[in-house]
């Protein structure tokens, strides 16, 4: 007979082998093509960008009638995440709780998130919140306070961050850089780059790393020009095309420049790769003080335009 002080070590590894348990994910908002991109490339293992590991279970639809792009959307995604996925629908944000493991905050409208976000943290899972994080920097902020004082996990990313040829550029500005890709704005949003141009302006926090000190932002018909630089003496700039364009960069190295590809990936997968990472182990995989930074850039962006292109600080959010 084997004794058991033999078999425990054998024991240890076959259970460091075994699969991790599939997480069960909620959805907060049901008015983002994201949450038809995202239940397609985990449920489905045929897929050749699958990714293994989780599965949507439940949601909450939510919706902004006053926002043509939640309004018009919102029933259609929740149709397809009940007929094609199985997802059970639940009344409140709390409802969600006792049914998953971990939440996607997907409402489209940034404006919802702080609220939303208020109820999602009394669940005490950890929360990806899809962008814009927020629609002002002062929601941006509060976010932040709340998770800090519930010790919830979040981290907010744009899908960009983790396209391979951002990543193959990531470190190598030794001189600085320049993004651009679509700039269309919303209204509704006071930090109106956050609705879109936030995608560029991920891209170009990727690239540079952060220590952004001071912003102007110069705008026209075609597009605005944001200007960032950095305490290590770094120019970081974010060129945005109205009312869409592609996405791209250039790199100034200390001896050559560097350019992304004409043609990019667009996948999610990788992104997706990395909020199941996070769910598991509760390590932002992008810094919160990263996508504060990011957001504190925008506020600064504004306050620029405000004073005509004049140079403002960003503000401090410790």
Same mark, same amino acid.
């Given at each position: ?45 045929? $897929? ?11 949601? &909450? ?97 744009? *899908?960009? $961050? ?43 926090? +990727? ?14 018909? *075609?597009?605005?020009?944001? +200007? ?5 003496g770094r120019i970081?700039?974010? $060129?945005?095309?109205?009312? &869409? ?10 001896? *050559?420049?560097?350019?992304?590809? *004409? ?33 504190a850039f925008m ?20």
């Amino acid at each position: 007979m084997i004794s058991l002080s033999r078999m425990l070590p054998v024991l240890a590894l076959a259970t460091l082998l075994l699969p991790a348990q599939e997480l069960k994910l909620g959805i907060i908002g049901t008015d983002t093509s994201h949450v038809s991109a995202f239940p397609a490339i985990l449920h489905d293992a045929s $897929r050749a960008d699958h990714v293994p590991g989780a599965r949507i279970v439940a949601a &909450y639809k939510g919706g902004s009638a006053d926002l043509p792009s939640s309004a018009d959307r919102v029933d259609k995604f929740a149709e397809e995440l009940k007929t094609k996925h199985n997802v059970r629908f639940v009344d409140h944000i709390a409802d969600l709780c006792p049914l998953v493991d971990a939440l996607l905050l997907e409402s489209v409208d940034g404006r919802k998130h702080l609220s939303q976000f208020r109820e999602a943290v009394r669940c005490g899972k950890p929360v990806f919140i899809d962008k814009p994080l927020a629609a002002s920097w002062k929601d941006a902020l509060e976010i932040a306070r709340i998770a800090r004082q519930a010790n919830v996990p979040w981290f907010s990313t744009s *899908s960009l $961050r983790y396209q391979q040829w951002v990543m193959d550029l990531a470190g190598k500005a030794d001189r600085g850089a320049i993004t651009w890709g679509p700039g269309p704005t919303e209204k509704t949003h006071e930090l109106d780059l956050g609705w879109y141009a936030i995608h560029p302006i991920e891209v170009l926090f +990727t690239i540079m790393g952060p220590g952004c000190e001071r912003v102007s932002r110069v705008s026209s018909a *075609s597009g605005e020009v944001l +200007t960032g630089f950095w305490k290590d003496g770094r120019i970081g700039s974010v $060129r945005t095309l109205v009312p &869409y364009g592609d996405y791209g960069a250039a790199v100034f190295g200390e001896k *050559s420049t560097l350019q992304s590809p *004409s043609k990019a990936d667009s996948s999610y997968a990788p992104m997706l790769t990395s909020i199941l990472r996070f769910f598991r182990d509760k390590q932002p995989p992008v810094p919160n003080d990263v996508t504060m930074e990011i957001f504190a850039f925008m506020e600064a962006a504004n306050q620029s335009r405000a004073k005509n292109g004049a140079l403002a600080n960003l503000p401090s959010w410790k």
